[in-house]
Nanobody, 121 residues
Framework: QVQLLESGGGVVQPGGSLRLSCTLS????????MGWYRQAPGKERELVAD???????NYADSVKGRFTISTDNVEPTVHLQMNSLKPEDTSVYYC???????????????WGQGTLVTVSS
């Protein structure tokens, strides 16, 4: 079963840092893009950052200069390094992946279970 395994959420003070990681538990596939979304209570889910096959990245304006998305060359893993965190970054963060499964000749859109990030003093 193909799934996304997330880790790294938690509680941090304003100005602090956290690193989220997300690993795709499958092989024999092509990753088109992976990224992170977030959803705060009462708000719509929004893109935080994503990274495309080839390495191009895209960030929400609210996180530019503070967050960095990267991939692991060994495993199909995406990381989100979050620095200078603000209370408004408090949210559930969801990993997302768009993949192509070679054996099935099929595209899939996957979501992780979500990990809570709380920025509070």
């Amino acid at each position: 079963q193909v799934q996304l395994l997330e880790s790294g959420g938690g509680v941090v003070q304003p100005g602090g840092s956290l690193r989220l990681s997300c690993t795709l538990s499958a092989n024999d596939l092509r990753i088109n893009h992976m990224g992170w979304y977030r959803q705060a209570p009462g708000k719509e889910r929004e893109l935080v950052a994503d990274i495309r096959n080839g390495g191009s990245t895209n960030y929400a304006d609210s996180v530019k200069g503070r967050f960095t998305i990267s991939t692991d060359n060994v495993e199909p893993t995406v990381h989100l390094q979050m620095n200078s965190l603000k209370p408004e970054d408090t949210s559930v963060y969801y990993c997302n992946a768009n993949i192509y499964i070679l054996a099935l000749n099929k595209y899939l859109e996957l979501w992780g279970q979500g990990t809570l990030v709380t920025v509070s003093s």
